[in-house]
């Protein structure tokens, strides 16, 4: 764990996936504000997340979203939200959060998007999740950390799958999707910290 250049805290740095020269997951930045805008109001970049339109969100909502998110890392707050960059080439290429951190029950939830359309299927989400995972447990001294995804997105499941997450239910008609008021069911899943050692020692030693 260390500090970048811009000041933010640097909270993974991962060799993988192999060949692409690594990535880095770290603290937002007030820079990030532009960033996290065009994202989050694209809709090619939102859709598989229910929002086919984007979030419309205007650069003020944005701002606050930003900065209520940064600071130093030794601030654990109840939820937070971080930034994925590729090495090579070095740019920002999705982002993470935590939420809902139930200190007295011992769980909280993530998420995670990959938003550079160039970045999709090359390994970085897995490595992003991975690293984030170790993160979590560790500095949040949780037993179990949850997400979710909509039923229909079949990469975002497999993907949580291959990682060492167990599906614990359905929530039928879990999400309405704004604007149209179309329902579809979420797919909860959930990772426990007694399994995750095993998982991810697993994983890595599938990649030599």
Not at 61 to 84: H, M, P
Not at 102 to 119: F, Y
Not at 171 to 176: K, Q, R, S, V
Request: aromatic letters at 8%.
């Amino acid at each position: 764990m260390s500090n970048d250049q811009y000041g933010s805290i640097i909270i993974v740095r991962s060799s993988a996936p192999k060949g692409s020269g690594g990535l880095i997951i770290r603290g937002l930045t007030g820079a990030d504000t532009s960033l996290l805008h065009r994202w989050w109001n694209n809709p090619d970049v939102m859709t598989h997340v229910g929002f086919p339109n984007g979030l419309n969100l205007s650069r003020i909502k944005v701002e606050k979203i930003v900065a209520a998110s940064t600071g130093s890392d030794t601030e654990f707050r109840a939820e937070r939200r971080f930034i994925i960059e590729a090495v090579k080439p070095a740019m920002p290429i999705g982002e993470l959060n935590y939420s809902g951190w139930d200190k007295v029950n011992g769980k909280v939830s993530i998420g995670i998007k990959i938003c550079e359309q160039n970045a999709l299927r090359k390994g970085y989400a897995s490595a992003a999740l991975c690293g984030f995972i170790s993160y979590v447990f560790e500095h949040l001294a949780v037993h179990k950390i949850e997400l979710d995804t909509l039923a229909r997105n079949q990469a975002a499941r497999r993907l949580y799958e291959k990682i060492g997450f167990s599906m614990t239910g359905v929530t039928p008609n879990g999400f309405m999707e704004e604007g149209t008021g179309a329902s579809e069911d979420v797919v909860l899943f959930e990772l426990l910290r007694a399994s995750w050692p095993s998982v991810f020692q697993r994983k890595l030693s599938n990649k030599h």
